[in-house]
């Protein structure tokens, strides 16, 4: 079965702070891979998807995330976050049976 | 385009009673996947169709069933409600699966 962990449960970070949060994954074979964002009263939103290709890829408000295959890992960066930012970040993925295994999700507090 | 749309919005219900929610696709999206969203268990699957067929189920009782109909919407049903059906449920749209999913609002049900 596929599992998906991220390690980071809470984040505090002030405006301008750089920004990584931590995804791993556990399925051996293809996957493919999306972190999701959830601000507060909205719904879930695409930040960025890796399906295959270039392992780094680019999302949207200056996001983007780095595929590392022999990590199992698919970490989130922003290299200086904004107020905006604050929201709960959640990575996902789809490798069989064309299900999203999410991990328990990231709550990211920008302070201003 | 326009995007997921799910009624209702929010529901409160009584224990042993049943809830049918609803959820519209993107034009032209053919699979439609529904996710319970809780503060302690987070975002599981529940079960994904295409084209009127259930093509994977979560792990999750039989009181929980859905169908889909010939124009891509969805429903999903729970009987028998308990306190610990109260959730946020997402209903997520894709072409076929494998890509990218887009959510809906999601539907709160509160069970008293």
């Known amino acids: 079965a596929q599992s998906v962990s991220q390690h980071n449960h809470h984040v505090i970070l002030s405006e301008a702070a750089s920004l990584e949060l931590g995804c791993n994954y556990s399925y051996g074979g293809t996957v493919n891979l999306f972190w999701y964002v959830q601000y507060p009263g909205q719904h879930l939103q695409l930040l960025l998807k890796y399906f295959s290709g270039d392992p780094l890829v680019k999302g949207i408000k200056g996001f983007e995330a780095e595929f590392i295959k022999s990590k199992f890992s698919f970490n989130l960066r922003k290299p200086s976050v904004q107020w905006s930012d604050t929201a709960e970040y959640f990575c996902?993925?789809?490798?069989?049976?064309?299900?999203?295994?999410f991990g328990s999700g990231t709550q990211l507090t920008v302070l201003p | 385009k326009a995007g997921v749309t799910q009624t209702p919005r929010y529901l409160i219900k009584t224990r042993g009673q049943q809830v049918t929610l609803s959820c519209s696709p993107i034009?032209?999206?053919?699979?439609v996947s529904w996710y319970q969203q809780t503060p302690g268990q987070g975002l599981q699957f529940l079960f994904e169709y295409f084209s009127e067929t259930q093509r994977n189920k979560g792990n999750f009782p039989g009181r929980f069933s859905g169908r889909q109909f010939s124009n891509s919407r969805s429903e999903m049903n729970v009987s028998t409600l308990e306190l610990g059906d109260s959730a946020l449920y997402l209903c997520?749209?894709?072409?076929?699966?494998?890509?990218?999913?887009?959510f809906g609002p999601g539907t709160r049900l509160l069970v008293l």
């Open positions: 034009s032209g999206h053919r699979s």
């Open positions: 997520a749209s894709s072409a076929t699966g494998r890509e990218t999913q887009y």
């Open positions: 996902a993925v789809n490798a069989i049976a064309r299900q999203l295994t």
